[in-house]
T-cell receptor, first 114, second 112 residues
Framework: DVKVTQSSRYLVKRTGEKVFLECVQD?????MFWYRQDPGLGLRLIYF???????EKGDIPEGYSVSREKKERFSLILESASTNQTSMYLC?????????????FGEGSWLTVV | SQQGEEDPQALSIQEGENATMNCSYK?????LQWYRQNSGRGLVHLIL?????REKHSGRLRVTLDTSKKSSSLLITASRAADTASYFC????????????FGTGTRLLVSP
C-alpha cells in the first residue's frame, strides 16, 4: 500500500516562528502536493511538485515555501508563522502522467499558531 | 471560488438507508473523483469517473456524472455506521497537469 507519512500530527508554534512540515512517501511517486484544510473552505492547494527540485504554486502560496531535495520528501515551510496559518495541513502524492491518477494523502498535521 | 460544491453540507440517516450526495462544478473537467475523510484524518480515494463516463459502481458506491449539467452524485447504498465521514468531490481539470480541485464536502452521519 502507498504510504504518505507526515512527521508531525500536532504542532503548536508561536507567531513569527519558522515552521517545517515534513512529508515522505514510499511509492516512488513523482508528484507531491501540500494542501491546507479549513472548515467551510475545503482543501486548498498551496504548492505542488512534479519532480525533484521542481515546484509550482498552487492557489494559496502566500506565506509558504516548499523544498523537494529528494524524490520521496516534500517539505512545507512557513517562513514566519502567523495565526491565520492555524489549520490542518495535508500532504499527498501521486504518480506522474495521467491526470486520472489517484492522489494518496497523509494523515494530516494540525498546526496551531499562537 | 471552489470548483466543486457539495450538497447537502450535512446529512443524517439511519443504518440501512441510502445516502446521496451531490457535487456541482463550474468548468470543463477531465475526471471527477470522490474521496472520504474520517474525522481528523487524511483523505482516502473512493472512486474516479471519467468525463466520458455516465455511471460507475464500486461495491456499495454508485457515482453518476452529467457533464451537461456539470454535476455528479455519490450514492452509498445500505449505509453503515462506519460510513460516517466527510465526503469530498474533486474535479480533475484539463490543465495538462494533474491538479484536483476539491469541494467543501458533505458530512455524513449514519446512526445505528
Amino acid at each position: 500500500d502507498v504510504k504518505v507519512t507526515q512527521s508531525s500530527r500536532y504542532l503548536v508554534k508561536r507567531t513569527g516562528e519558522k515552521v517545517f512540515l515534513e512529508c515522505v512517501q514510499d511509492m516512488d511517486h513523482e508528484n507531491m502536493f501540500w494542501y491546507r484544510q479549513d472548515p467551510g473552505l475545503g482543501l486548498r492547494l498551496i504548492y505542488f511538485s512534479y519532480d525533484v527540485k521542481m515546484k509550482e504554486k498552487g492557489d494559496i502560496p502566500e506565506g509558504y515555501s516548499v523544498s523537494r531535495e529528494k524524490k520521496e520528501r516534500f517539505s512545507l515551510i512557513l517562513e514566519s508563522a502567523s495565526t491565520n496559518q492555524t489549520s490542518m495541513y495535508l500532504c499527498a502524492s501521486s504518480r506522474q502522467g495521467a491526470i486520472r491518477n489517484t492522489i494518496y494523502f497523509g494523515e494530516g498535521s494540525w498546526l496551531t499558531v499562537v | 471560488s471552489q470548483q466543486g460544491e457539495e450538497d447537502p453540507q450535512a446529512l443524517s440517516i439511519q443504518e440501512g438507508e441510502n445516502a446521496t450526495m451531490n457535487c456541482s462544478y463550474k468548468t470543463s473537467i477531465n475526471n471527477l473523483q470522490w474521496y472520504r475523510q474520517n474525522s481528523g484524518r487524511g483523505l482516502v480515494h473512493l472512486i474516479l469517473i471519467r468525463s466520458n463516463e455516465r455511471e460507475k459502481h464500486s461495491g456499495r458506491l454508485r457515482v453518476t456524472l452529467d457533464t451537461s449539467k456539470k454535476s455528479s452524485s455519490l450514492l452509498i447504498t445500505a449505509s453503515r455506521a462506519a460510513d460516517t465521514a466527510s465526503y469530498f468531490c474533486a474535479t480533475g481539470l484539463n490543465t495538462g497537469f494533474q491538479k484536483l480541485v476539491f469541494g467543501t464536502g458533505t458530512r455524513l452521519l449514519v446512526s445505528p
